[in-house]
């Protein structure tokens, strides 16, 4: 598939309240069938950012996975986002994505928010991945990765690269900045979805979500501050066009992680 359809969906979540949450979301789901090829959630789409797992996580594979397997066939798009589960008694923030056939992968956040607690309840992932679908090569990242480049570092590996987050609208900034970096120094595709409105910590999210092409400009970018969903088509051809006519990566400094 050389053009690629993306939804992303910058909505407000109902505070630790899943059912209420995955309820809102099929509603929504009526409105794209035969529209697009893959709907990006947020983080923690089913909860908000909750440091109380223990109170709503599911156990994993959850509801809310089998939610998502049951509605990426109806509507014959991909699903994804993060939520958070408790997988071998740990608690993770783990990015799920499911396509319309159920197979699903999964991604465990890396980089956990220590000044919001996270380190302290979740555990981190170890693992980088990146997934194949449809002949395009998909990175999934969670909302405080983004500040972390070297873990973001393509090395000719991902076409498209996608951040989920719940990242406060006082920093929207920042949240913007590093998006347009990302995308210029990964000569790749960047989506990045935020919610938006008020969670259960009095903390609100303005979303300030994009979609930004590998020469840092901007695709597509939702209404800040409203709940809103759009879709914006993308081409494998034009990003290895531009790849072959400036091939910044072959000049890239090699490294490995020590994980």
């Known amino acids: ?51 109380s797992p223990e109170k709503v996580a599911g156990v994993w594979p959850d509801d809310t996975l089998a939610w998502m397997r049951k509605e990426a066939a109806r509507f014959n798009f991909v699903i994804c986002g993060s939520i958070m589960i408790k997988d071998q008694g740990r608690f993770y923030n783990r990015f799920v994505w499911v396509d319309p056939t159920g ?12 000044m919001g607690g996270e380190d302290m309840i979740y555990a981190s992932g170890n693992q980088q991945v990146v997934i194949d679908y449809e002949g395009w ?46 995308a210029i ?5 960047i989506a990045g979805v935020n919610r938006v409105g008020t969670d259960g910590r009095e903390l609100t999210y303005s979303g300030n979500s994009s979609m930004i092409n590998p020469r840092g400009e901007i695709d597509l970018a939702l209404t800040p501050g409203i709940e809103e969903y759009k879709t914006v088509e993308i081409s494998l051809a034009d990003l290895n066009a531009f790849r072959e006519k400036f091939p910044v990566m072959t000049d890239a400094d090699d490294f490995e992680l020590k994980l």
């Not at 480049?149 to 996608?162: A, Q």
């Not at 120094?185 to 595709?189: A, D, G, H, S, T």
């Open 1 to 51: 598939m050389n053009n690629l359809r993306v939804t992303l969906m910058q909505w407000n979540l109902i505070w630790e309240d899943p059912a209420a949450n995955r309820l809102r979301f099929s509603e929504q789901f009526e409105f794209l069938k035969d529209t697009t090829d893959i709907v990006v959630l947020p983080e923690m789409f089913t909860t908000g950012f909750s440091m």
């Open 103 to 114: 197979a699903e992968k999964i991604y465990d956040k890396r980089h956990l928010f220590q």
């Open 137 to 182: 090569r998909i990175a999934p990242f969670v909302c405080y990765d983004l500040r972390f480049p070297v873990w973001s570092r393509n090395k000719n590996s991902y076409d498209l690269g996608i951040y989920v987050a719940n990242w406060p609208s006082a920093r929207y900034k920042v949240w913007e900045k590093l998006l347009v970096a990302r």
């Open 185 to 189: 120094e990964n000569q790749c595709y």
